[in-house]
């Protein structure tokens, strides 16, 4: 089955929590792809879904029906300076990798931070996380920064790489 065929992408509701959090805590716990230190409660994801759509931001899921993955989009640093600069989590489920799913849930991101008026997108990728990388290559995603050793997970220092995309049709970076 083509998963972007027969996938639906949808904004979450507050009853996705607990199929998010099967996603995302395994990454959490598991890998260094998130710096984030303890797994997330359905009602915090809850809560997460509310406040990003509250504030006109996306917080999308994948289901066919099952839930497969989920994306979402947040304000990349605070204050008004900022309000075009967003920032993208994205993860899929184990089985929905490599299915041409991730393309079909960051597309329809990019489409909602575009409605949003929303001129970059950022993706904050592990230094280490190398299909991560390439993933956001081939979407358009070029690196706009590299921090060394930013983010702390399993003792040891991992570097955090800022993968951004102009969604004006610009350049998919621009040197500082």
Known sequence: MDARTATTIRDARAADAAGIAAIWNPIIRDTAITFWPHERS?????RIIAERQAAGWAFLVAETPAL???ASFFQFRGGP???RC???TIYLAPEARGRGLGATLLTALEDRA???GASVLLGGVTGSNAGSLAFHRRMGYAEMGRIPDAGWKFGQAHDLVLMGKRLDGDSAARPG
């Open 86 to 88: 967003m920032e993208l």
């Open 114 to 116: 575009r409605a949003f």
């Open 68 to 70: 497969l993955g989920f």
């Open 42 to 46: 359905p009602d915090e994801i809850a």
């Open 81 to 83: 300076g900022y309000v």
